[in-house]
């Protein structure tokens, strides 16, 4: 049986005696340990009782459920004994103050698709870790996503992985049950090109823009339109699975802003969700974007701002850039150079 490194020599051998870096390893792991806590209850599924019950509003009036709690209070808690002077969480409403002085403020997203808490689908939880600076604690977190020292996601799903990076790559550990421990079983994971899937909820087609609705369009067109290739379609409405899939086997995600009453900007969060996800897309060779923006170079102004996301292959992406660039007239797709665009 192949004999892996753990995570704790991986983050410590990256480290060395840099103190931020030592600070980001710790961070990491106390993380790591908040989910094997959580990955444990979620196993005993209705064992452990009515995980998926509503128990209040978070801070932008989606429900939270018992166990979206309960994972906040558990990695709350991991966080009081690290180097993270502020955690901003989805499930507070402001950032809350940790360890005065320490060099690090984390955001979290303590419970990724909740919703599918009841239906043994993966779920997960989202990381991001900035260098701590002066002022109020919400503004901690008011930094351009390239400041980001870490980031990651753990799936809680057959198996319970963290997919993390420290600005070096992005690199796999899953969990030995038998021991507690997190082993690292992929290094320096790559985006993989060519694949002809895309992850959208397709339901909110009516309410798309032209150029959304012109990619997918030129997509659901097959061999017969202007890709000249079939495509499938995956939804799991969690963006953990989603990120997964897609750093695992290619692929594009995209959740665009859209019509709807307060979908202007999307629902995933930029601090929480969409800035991990973009730098791990990113050390792995992919490309992230609001659609036609890069995402690591926002800035946040509010804890719980929302952004559209796409990411995948920077090829693809970038062709959505040029479909919001010329978006189709209504009834046809593929305006650049007819039917068969040219650089579509």
């Not at 979620?42 to 064992?47: D, P, T, V, Y």
């Not at 507070?92 to 984390?106: E, I, K, Q, W």
């Amino acid at each position: 049986m192949e004999r892996h490194q753990t995570l704790g020599s991986f983050l410590g051998d990256w480290a060395g005696e840099n103190a931020t870096n030592k600070a980001v390893a710790e961070t990491i792991e106390k993380l790591c340990g908040a989910a094997t806590t959580i990955a444990d209850l979620i196993s005993q599924g209705s064992l452990a009782g009515e995980m998926a019950a509503i128990v209040g509003d978070n801070a932008d009036g989606d429900a939270q459920k018992f166990l979206d709690v309960k994972s906040n209070e558990l990695i709350f808690a991991a966080l009081r004994d690290s180097p993270v002077a502020v955690m901003g969480s989805e499930e507070d409403d402001d950032a809350v103050p940790l360890n005065d002085g320490a060099p690090l403020v984390v955001a979290v997203d303590p419970l990724d698709g909740s919703s599918n808490i009841e239906t043994n689908v993966s779920i997960g939880t989202i990381f991001s870790i900035f260098p701590a600076i002066d002022g109020p604690a919400n503004e901690a977190f008011y930094q351009k996503g390239t400041e980001q020292l870490g980031a990651g996601f753990m799936v809680y799903g057959p198996q319970t992985t963290v997919v993390f990076t420290v600005g070096d790559g992005t690199h796999v550990a899953t969990l030995d049950r038998s021991t507690g421990e997190w082993l690292i079983t992929m290094v320096g994971m790559k985006m993989i090109t060519g694949k002809r899937e895309y992850a959208i909820n397709a339901s909110n087609y009516r309410h798309w823009s032209p150029a959304v609705r012109g990619y997918i369009d030129d997509c659901l067109a097959g061999k017969d339109g202007p890709r000249e290739e079939d495509y499938n379609m995956r939804w799991v409405a969690s963006l953990v699975a989603e990120t997964f899939r897609i750093l695992i086997r290619g692929g594009i995600f995209l959740y665009p802003g859209d019509n709807r009453p307060d979908y202007a900007c999307g629902r995933l969060r930029l601090v929480y969700e969409a800035l991990p996800v973009a730098m791990l897309v990113e050390q792995a060779g992919g490309m992230a974007t609001d659609g036609t923006k890069r995402i690591l170079d926002l800035v946040p102004d509010d804890l719980h701002q929302r952004t559209p996301l796409v990411f995948g292959p920077k090829d693809e992406v970038e062709r959505i850039a040029r479909y919001h660039e010329s978006p189709p007239e209504k009834g046809s797709s593929s305006p650049l150079f007819g039917h068969r665009g040219l650089f579509r």
